[in-house]
């Protein structure tokens, strides 16, 4: 294993661990103790918004730096693309393919669109349907933290080979 191989695996770990273990932070730390926190349902919003946002900065970076090393490590076969589909390796990195595309795609499709109609019915008071697009979020989140915990899986599938 050449060192820029060492160093482009490191930093896709790193990567993920940010981004998988951030998002299972913010879900399972930060808004349930958001409802402890803020009592109003408008503050609650706007406070777990700014932490989303903050917390965004990071995942744009990770899921850069995610895609780029991906790929670097993924080269021998994007290079000789017969290995994708004629060895469990590629089957497996194909399917973790999928999966990318579909959470990162998932992802930004649902903060983006979510995340700002929520922000702009807070603003107007719309709370009841706050909690309605919420809902929706959630959903959308959860599939996204599904979709990133088989990724990871796959991953690991991919190292024990």
Do not use: C
Not at 32 to 54: F, L, N, Q
Not at 63 to 71: D, E, I, K, Q, T
Not at 76 to 89: G, W
């Amino acid at each position: 294993m050449s060192l820029l191989f060492a160093l482009v695996l490191w930093v896709h770990l790193f990567s993920a661990m940010v981004l998988v273990g951030g998002s299972f932070f913010i879900w399972l730390v930060v808004w349930p103790a958001s409802y402890k926190i803020a009592k109003d349902e408008a503050d609650r919003t706007r406070m777990v918004g700014r932490i989303a946002k903050r917390f965004a900065y990071f995942t744009h970076g990770t899921v850069v730096a995610l895609v780029l090393s991906g790929l670097y490590l993924a080269a021998p076969y994007i290079e000789a693309p017969a290995l994708l589909l004629s060895t469990f390796a590629g089957d497996v990195l194909l399917a973790k393919m999928v999966l990318v595309v579909s959470a990162v795609s998932l992802m930004y499709a649902n903060n983006i669109y979510h995340g700002r109609k929520i922000m702009r019915l807070v603003t107007e008071g719309r709370l009841d349907d706050v909690k309605r697009v919420r809902r929706l979020t959630h959903v959308a989140s959860y599939v996204t933290l599904g979709l990133l915990v088989a990724i990871t899986v796959l991953g690991a599938v991919l190292v024990a080979g």
